[in-house]
T-cell receptor, first 112, second 116 residues
């Protein structure tokens, strides 16, 4: 699976948009981009995933560049409860089960 | 509430003890996983069970012994652990069919293990 690069930490003011970047320059055509987050002392939580089109759900938006070498997770109105470590993971099509390889992620701190 | 329940949430055990971690998923999934998260390290995949058969074992020491009696339950049996095995152990599940890579994986809250 392609490797991802994320900034180690980011800050965001409460109520503002949080834009978390991820580089995956070696991604191949059949690999998806997944985002998970882990709030302190809890298990990781799925946020969103995409292949090449931009995606939006009730939690966030995912913007994938046209060449698919990078993506941005957008939390449109960050709250204090969004403080967490955010993981960008690239996973190829697989059969039978998922094998997510987690990196060190981006630690997002949302402040009042 | 993710539909994946882990017990106990906290466990302290001596190096000579034998204990087990339990995981139960209420999502009807067909694959279950054990991950380990040590302090300041990324999550590490330990074991994967698909349709109750172990399909992945990432060079985990034999003092960790998984068991999957059915598709809803997963155990991690622990014996003669070392202090460096102290970590957060996370169980997860997913519904995976051939050719459907978009399915997501759901994690439990984890079991905090301290080996003394």
């Amino acid at each position: 699976d392609a490797k991802t690069t994320q900034p180690p930490s980011m800050d965001c003011a409460e109520g503002r948009a949080a834009n978390l970047p991820c580089n995956h320059s070696t991604i191949s055509g059949n690999e998806y981009v997944y985002w998970y987050r882990q709030i302190h002392s809890q298990g990781p939580q799925y946020i969103i995933h995409g292949l090449k089109n931009n995606e939006t759900n009730e939690m966030a938006s995912l913007i994938i560049t046209e060449d698919r070498k990078s993506s941005t997770l957008i939390l449109p109105h960050a709250t204090l409860r969004d403080t967490a470590v955010y993981y960008c993971i690239v996973r190829r099509m697989n059969t039978g089960f998922q094998k997510l390889v987690f990196g060190t992620g981006t630690r997002l701190l949302v402040s009042p | 509430e993710t539909g994946v329940t882990q017990t106990p949430r906290h466990l302290v055990m001596g190096m000579t003890n034998k204990k087990s971690l339990k995981c139960e998923q209420h999502l009807g999934h067909n694959a279950m996983y054990w991950y380990k998260q040590s302090a300041k390290k990324p999550l590490e995949l330990m074991f994967v069970y698909s349709l109750e058969e172990r399909v992945e074992n990432n060079s985990v020491p034999s003092r960790f012994s998984p068991e999957c009696p059915n598709s809803s339950h997963l155990f991690l049996h622990l014996h003669t652990l070392q202090p460096e095995d102290s970590a957060l152990y996370l169980c997860a599940s997913s519904q995976d069919w051939e050719g459907t890579p978009g399915n997501t994986i759901y994690f439990g809250e984890g079991s905090w293990l301290t080996v003394v």
